[in-house]
């Protein structure tokens, strides 16, 4: 065998998202991960109760439609599987409000939507992202109107405000507010739960839905739901509204994306097992469009790789290639929108598996001097899991499980060449 020159080796590293860890808001349902997909609901219902509106899930998108039902009149149920209301946005720092930034007053809603649609490579329904920033001002007004408390970043810890205002948590076009203690567990959760109770909203937490219930049109009228104690619940209602958020713990979902749940580290709060997209499915509903598995449940490898891990895969001075060996983005994206990788864009159009490939210059760069990464990252190799390096970019190749090698040193050739 060669001897390794400490110089030239080369690297490369299977990634699979980025994460950061995120305290659990509940364990209600934690443990009951069981797969209940086929059990018949309406042979075990324990109790019945009625509503206009039904509303499963109570993050962002439950707790406000409930609350906006509420204000309509409606006779609302929202059920939260969770012991307590935020789901993955009980951390969020901040919704980003298009428009509202003193620097966006010469931008068009046009530049607006292209802007968050190429952060999101368009893999989004632009209709969606049309309308969140057509209609920031007045959903923020109604936030206000409703008690949701905001404070002006130049209000938080300087450390906070420093990352803040180089353009990482915020939207190029979005106001410099962030919830009341800079999170929404602390300034939107706490006041949009009083207006459920003034609403007269029947919150019900500890409690999942497992299925719709469709009538004999075919109509959704309901669904099936479960509480602590094991009981079933039957919700009948004139509308039902799925807000269940992502379905990271699903691994059969994410299996068929090509993600093992074992090799990663999910983070966000628990409880999103996909059960709104399985009811949906299994009651008529089309998949449409590309999954965005970073929304809800961003997702990391199990390796701690410390600072080496962020900068894999947040971008780094490392070159890309997808599964096949083929270079298949401009690595740079991180220096111009953070949610790129942020919502594992690169993964998913590398065919779920995006290796970065470096040096050895490159690799201690990025260690910085860090002896615990850079034993990390040793043990990573010697395990041969998603960490391989060689002396030869040929070498190399042959460790990459699935990389056409002759793709793979064009590629290499190319960037060195444009480099
Ligand atoms: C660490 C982190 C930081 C983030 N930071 C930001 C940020 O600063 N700004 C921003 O705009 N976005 C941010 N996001 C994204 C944001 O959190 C999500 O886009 C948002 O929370 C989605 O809201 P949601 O209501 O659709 O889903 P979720 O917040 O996931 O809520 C879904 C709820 O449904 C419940 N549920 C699931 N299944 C069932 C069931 N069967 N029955 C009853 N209840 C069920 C879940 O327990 C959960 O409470 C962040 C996400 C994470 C993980």
New binding site residues.
């Given amino acids: 065998m060669t001897e390794l020159s400490r110089r030239n080796f080369l690297l490369g590293a299977g990634a699979a998202g980025a994460a950061?860890a995120?305290s659990a808001?509940?364990v209600a349902y934690a443990a009951d991960k069981k797969d209940s997909k086929e059990e018949d609901w309406s042979s075990q219902v324990t109790e019945e109760i009625s509503c206009d509106i039904l509303v499963?899930?109570?993050?962002?998108?439950?707790?406000a439609s409930a609350v906006q039902a509420g204000e309509n009149g409606d006779k609302v149920v929202l059920?939260?599987?969770?012991s307590a209301?935020?789901?993955?946005?009980?951390?969020?720092?901040?919704?980003?409000a298009y428009g509202l930034h003193p620097n966006s007053g010469e931008a068009t809603l046009g530049d607006m939507v292209r802007y968050e649609a190429d952060a999101q490579s368009y893999t989004v329904n632009q209709m969606f992202i049309r309308d969140m920033i057509s209609h920031a001002a007045e959903n923020v007004q109604w936030l206000i109107d409703n008690g949701v408390q905001y404070e002006a970043i130049e209000d938080l810890d300087p450390a906070y405000l420093a990352m803040y205002k180089e353009g990482r948590?915020r939207a190029e076009f979005s106001f410099d507010y962030v919830y009341k203690g800079g999170a929404a567990g602390i300034g939107y959760f706490p006041f949009m739960k009083k207006k459920l109770a003034e609403y007269g909203v029947n919150l019900r937490l500890n409690?999942?839905?497992?299925d719709l219930i469709v009538d004999e049109g075919g109509n959704v009228a309901g669904a099936y739901?479960t509480d602590t104690y094991g009981d079933t619940i039957k919700i009948n209602a004139k509308a039902v509204i799925i807000?269940?958020?992502?379905f990271g713990e699903d691994a059969d979902r994410m299996g068929k994306l090509g993600v093992d749940l074992n090799d990663i580290r999910i983070?966000?709060?628990?409880?999103?097992?996909g059960?709104?997209v399985t009811?949906m499915i299994k009651a008529g509903g089309i998949e449409h469009g590309a999954p965005a598995f970073g929304?809800?449940?961003?997702i990391g490898s199990a390796g701690p790789w410390g600072p080496i891990w962020d900068k894999l895969c947040w971008g780094g001075p490392c070159l890309w290639v997808d599964i096949n060996g083929e270079r298949f983005s401009d690595e740079a994206c991180s220096t111009y929108t953070h949610n790129f990788e942020l919502q594992n864009v690169p993964v998913r159009l590398a065919g779920g598996t995006c290796w970065s490939i470096m040096d050895k210059n490159i690799l201690e760069t990025m260690l910085d001097g860090d002896a615990e990464a850079a034993q990390l990252w040793d043990e990573m190799v010697a395990k041969g899991d998603d960490s391989y390096k060689a002396d030869t970019l040929e070498e190399l190749a042959g460790k990459m499980e699935g990389v056409d090698k002759e793709l793979f040193l064009a590629n290499v050739k190319q960037y060195n060449d444009l480099v």
């Fill in positions: 950061l995120m808001a509940g499963i899930g109570g993050g962002f998108s439950g707790t059920i939260e599987g969770q209301l935020g789901g993955n946005g009980t951390g969020v720092e901040c919704t980003n948590y409690t999942r839905a497992r739901a807000g269940t958020g992502g983070i966000g709060t628990p409880g999103h097992y059960d709104g009811m929304c809800t449940n961003i």
